[in-house]
T-cell receptor, first 115, second 114 residues
Framework: DAGVIQSPRHEVTEMGQEVTLRCKPISGHNSLFWYRQTMMRGLELLIYFNNNVPIDDSGMPEDRFSAKMPNASFSTLKIQPSEPRDSAVYFC?????????????FGEGSWLTVV | AQTVTQSQPEMSVQEAETVTLSCTYDTSESDYYLFWYKQPPSRQMILVIRQEAYKQQNATENRFSVNFQKAAKSFSLKISDSQLGDAAMYFCAYWTGTASKLTFGTGTRLQVTL
């Protein structure tokens, strides 16, 4: 079975540009998470969806960040405008269930560098 | 607030030896799950082991086992017969249904030497 698929794997962009990260969760999973990993802050949950509905976006750093899940097999995380401090690895993850505590599977991450 | 603490930023172990990575957590919940994830240099997060808090029996996965002490809120990972491929960052993580999110510790970098 295919795992969580993220694209792009690497992106270098200039400050002020729009960045869109994409994620395809594991088929059949109904919960999806976006995490950000930096040296300073470690792994932070940005937002998670259950059945395509955003449940908690309290981790989204500011209005420049937005996330959507138009259907069960696709989600995007957008940064507009991007800033150098947004440089990080962004992970998408998915699982089956909501309160279940089932294993959360991570994608390989999108490495974002904003110069 | 739920917190996960990994007090060992770095650990080193010789190949074929055993190493234990520590993790403590703080929670008022009674029903939760604990995980260890491995992150090699490729940065992918790979599940190592999972433990349900309601189970007293410690989880094991081949060379990986945990020592789960619920009263002490401790969840350590033991790696037996360490291999060079075990070198990675290891993250302890906590999940509770009321929050429905995975909270991570700061990680322990494990080096495996010959």
């Amino acid at each position: 079975d295919a795992g969580v698929i993220q694209s792009p794997r690497h992106e270098v962009t200039e400050m002020g540009q729009e960045v869109t990260l994409r994620c395809k969760p594991i088929s059949g999973h109904n919960s999806l998470f976006w995490y950000r990993q930096t040296m300073m802050r470690g792994l932070e949950l940005l937002i998670y969806f259950n059945n395509n509905v955003p449940i908690d976006d309290s981790g989204m750093p500011e209005d420049r960040f937005s996330a959507k899940m138009p259907n069960a097999s696709f989600s995007t995380l957008k940064i507009q405008p991007s800033e150098p401090r947004d440089s990080a690895v962004y992970f998408c993850a998915s699982t089956l269930g909501y309160y279940s505590g089932n294993t959360i599977y991570f994608g390989e991450g999108s490495w974002l560098t904003v110069v | 607030a739920q917190t996960v603490t990994q007090s060992q930023p770095e650990m080193s172990v010789q190949e074929a030896e055993t190493v234990t990575l520590s993790c403590t957590y703080d929670t008022s919940e009674s029903d939760y799950y604990l995980f260890w994830y491995k992150q090699p240099p490729s940065r992918q997060m790979i599940l190592v082991i999972r433990q349900e808090a309601y189970k007293q029996q410690n989880a094991t996965e081949n060379r990986f086992s945990v020592n789960f002490q619920k009263a002490a809120k401790s969840f350590s990972l033991k790696i037996s017969d360490s291999q060079l491929g075990d070198a990675a960052m290891y993250f302890c993580a906590y999940w509770t249904g009321t929050a429905s999110k995975l909270t991570f510790g700061t990680g322990t970098r494990l080096q495996v030497t010959l």
